[in-house]
């Protein structure tokens, strides 16, 4: 089945540095993903939607200089989380529709395993 | 506006009971539902959907089924293993809109020996 991969895993960093993760579909070609965060025993917050070729889509009260966004090319997005600071720690998902697998259905998104982020 | 309301865990239960988790949805026209599984240290996977009413999605034993006129969509397994212990997650999607999804929060499920 189609897969999305995130790199890295984890990243451990110090505070005010800025961090870049990738996700990446492996075996389909992608125009949107999406970027999630998630807090320990909550749900999956969506942050954004990332658009193949133009500017991303901020979800309310996401900040977009904060969280910048980067849909280079059909199969790749990244997440630069600028100036970290120790609230930025978290789990971040991305996804993307299954889009153009008739045998899926478009509805359907394969997830990355996530990247946890830990700011010192 | 669109949402998914689903039982708070911990669930905790004895392997080969019956297991429900439930799931109730509010939306603008008729959605596709899904159940999403999360293994320790792993990232979300698809479990089961349904795109219609009446729909029964099913999948490693686990069935919903779409339930417009209470707006429900259930997970159930007759009889659960320890390796079904898992955050399991309910979500919706409106179709031929924007493919975002909407989840719930969430029920974790513990599967005692």
């Known amino acids: 089945g189609a897969v999305v991969s995130q790199h890295p895993s984890w990243v451990i960093c110090k505070s005010g540095t800025s961090v870049k993760i990738e996700c990446r579909s492996l075996?389909?070609?992608?125009?949107?993903m999406f970027w999630y965060r998630q807090f320990p025993k909550q749900s999956l917050m969506l942050m954004a939607t990332s658009n193949e070729g133009s500017k991303a889509t901020y979800e309310q009260g996401v900040e977009k200089d904060k969280f910048l966004i980067n849909h280079a090319s059909l199969t790749l997005s990244t997440l630069t989380v600028t100036s970290a600071h120790p609230e930025d720690s978290s789990f971040y998902i991305c996804?993307?529709?299954?889009?153009?697998?008739?045998?899926?259905?478009?509805?359907?998104?394969?997830f990355g395993p996530g990247t946890r982020l830990l700011v010192l | 506006g669109n949402s998914v309301t689903q039982m708070e865990g911990p669930v905790t239960l004895s392997e080969e009971a019956f297991l429900t988790i439930n799931c109730t949805y509010t939306?603008?026209?008729?959605?596709?539902l899904f159940w999403y599984v999360q293994y320790p240290g792993e990232g979300l996977q698809l479990l089961l959907k349904?795109?219609?009413?009446?729909d029964k999605g099913s999948n490693k034993g686990f069935e919903a089924t779409y339930r417009k006129e209470t707006t429900s969509f259930h997970l159930e397994k007759g009889s659960v293993q320890v390796s079904d212990s898992a955050v399991y997650f309910c979500a919706l999607s409106r179709k031929n809109r924007d493919d975002k999804i909407i989840f719930g929060k969430g029920t974790r499920l513990h599967i005692l020996p």
């Open positions: 996804s993307a529709p299954a889009a153009g697998q008739r045998s899926v259905g478009r509805e359907t998104q394969y």
């Open positions: 075996d389909f070609q992608a125009t949107t």
């Open positions: 349904a795109t219609k009413a009446d």
């Open positions: 939306a603008t026209g008729y959605p596709s």
